[in-house]
């Protein structure tokens, strides 16, 4: 995280809470029954856009899962708008990726058992 100011990561942690939230409720059927969690948010210097990582499990699940989501991304922007007005002037634009660190673990891992 280094280069983003205090404020930035304060926002991001935020939309971070709030996400998880609004995904959490819209449940596992919303999203072709894989499990979305969110790993991270990075927001721009002027918290105009938030690049939102998602881990998706099972991960064979994680592209369609994520055109899911980019399909739902006006609804769970509105949600967030909601939750985060008071705090915010705009709300970010959402920018959504796949976050595979997960899967690097564990490809990792198997490799050293071998």
């Known amino acids: 995280m280094e280069g983003e100011s205090t404020r930035q990561q304060k ?3 935020q ?8 995904i959490q409720g819209k ?15 990075k927001v721009s210097p002027d918290l105009a856009v938030a690049k939102v990582y998602l881990s998706i499990f099972p991960s064979a699940k994680s592209q369609d899962t994520l055109k899911l989501v980019n399909a739902a991304s006006r609804y769970i922007r509105g949600e967030l708008g909601k939750r985060i007005s008071k705090q915010l002037r705009i709300v970010p634009e ?3 990726y796949v976050d595979d660190s997960l899967d690097y673990v564990e490809r990792i891992d198997e490799l050293l058992k071998k």
């Open 11 to 13: 926002v991001g942690k």
């Open 15 to 22: 939309i971070q809470r709030d996400l998880a939230e609004i």
């Open 27 to 41: 449940g596992m059927a919303s999203f072709g029954g894989a499990m979305v969690t969110v790993t991270s948010v």
């Open 94 to 96: 959402l920018l959504y």
